[in-house]
């Protein structure tokens, strides 16, 4: 039997109300403690929540919110879709993380990245010059901290640490840790250097274009003799009843988040034929529950992993869509993976 781990992300994007005009942030936090109230209800492994510091995302603060959601919630584990490590305090992060692990019991999950968007470097009095020195210096604190019960350590960055405790302490079973990457060699051999979990973030293009990734994590793992961790896959989708209403729902909620972003970065404009192309053959889990189901598996299979994450929410799409999008993968997209992975094993 194949084990597959089945989650979901968001960012908290701002969603329309039912007039089509924006919800307030504080709504839109509470819709997002709700979508993740019924993922656990639907047995669905993951939920984890993007840091953004933007006025199209609510979610600037992804621990408190998980809080939230783990005070409702029974089973679902808790993490990041990720936490910007760079400009964050590594020892306030492992508080953070170690106590939400305490209050979930054991559920939470980190996954540390350097995000996709850099308004949070001015905002905390970082400078973008300093931008790999900063992820280097505070990843290794921070898995320092994941181990050593007293840590000393000395950088450029902060202010160094001798011989300091940090509270509160994780349990026996520590913190389930991955680290984001959107696809250098570099980043990967990172992975296996501090002994984290690889996520891979595939948002364009044919997703098995990463598979010399997945190779090189594990030439890297039986180069150093470590033990190889479970791989992960990040990728933005949508479920609906039928693929044609699927693409018609999601289409202008994209145009307008990703019309946005590409203006801001200078991109041609989107148009829906690359839209449709890129369901087609890239990396937009977008349809039906069997489409989505199947393209998931030619992921898993052709990549060779354990854990996929489906980023649920795009630009305004309304709250009531993301919950059909929910119950559609819990209650058909889940069960179908499972089976067709399962069918496949025992051929």
Request: hydrophobic share 40%.
């Amino acid at each position: 039997m194949t084990q597959i781990s089945l989650g979901l992300d968001t960012f908290g994007d701002v969603t329309h109300g039912a007039d089509g005009k924006p919800k307030p942030m504080d709504q839109v936090l509470r819709d997002v403690v709700e979508e993740a109230v019924l993922a656990d209800e639907l047995g669905i492994d993951f939920i984890g929540l993007g840091e953004h510091h933007r006025d199209d995302f609510a979610i600037s603060a992804p621990e408190i919110v998980l809080a939230a959601i783990a005070g409702r919630t029974r089973r679902i584990r808790l993490g990041t879709a990720v936490t910007i490590l760079s400009t964050d305090d590594p020892v306030r992060v492992f508080q953070r993380f170690s106590t939400l692990n305490a209050v979930s019991d054991g559920r939470a999950e980190a996954i540390l990245g350097r995000g996709s968007f850099t308004e949070s470097y001015p905002l905390f009095g970082h400078d973008l010059h300093d931008y790999d020195r900063l992820f280097e210096e505070r990843l290794d604190l921070f898995a320092r901290l994941l181990r050593e019960k007293k840590v000393t350590w000395q950088g450029q960055t902060r202010a160094p640490l001798k011989n300091a405790a940090v509270y509160p302490r994780l349990g026996a079973n520590g913190l389930t840790t991955w680290l984001g990457v959107g696809g250098s060699p570099e980043s990967v051999v990172r992975v296996v250097r501090h002994d984290l979990r690889l996520m891979l973030a595939i948002i364009g293009g044919d997703p098995l274009r990463f598979k010399p990734y997945v190779d090189l994590y594990h030439r890297a793992i039986d180069q150093t003799g470590q033990q190889a961790h479970p791989i992960g896959v990040h990728s933005p989708g949508f479920v609906a009843e039928t693929d044609e209403a699927a693409r018609e729902a999601l289409w202008p909620h994209y145009l307008a988040m990703f019309g946005r972003i590409g203006r801001e970065r200078g991109w041609p404009p989107l148009t829906k034929d690359k839209f449709l192309a890129e369901v087609a053959h890239g990396a937009l889990y977008v349809g039906s529950p069997e489409t989505v189901a199947r393209k998931i598996v030619r992921t898993v299979k052709g990549l060779g992993i354990q854990r996929f994450d489906l980023k649920y929410s795009t630009g305004p799409l309304p709250h009531d869509q993301l919950l059909e999008c929910i119950r559609l993968y819990g209650d058909k997209v889940i069960p179908m993976v499972r089976d067709m992975l399962n069918r496949s094993a025992a051929a």
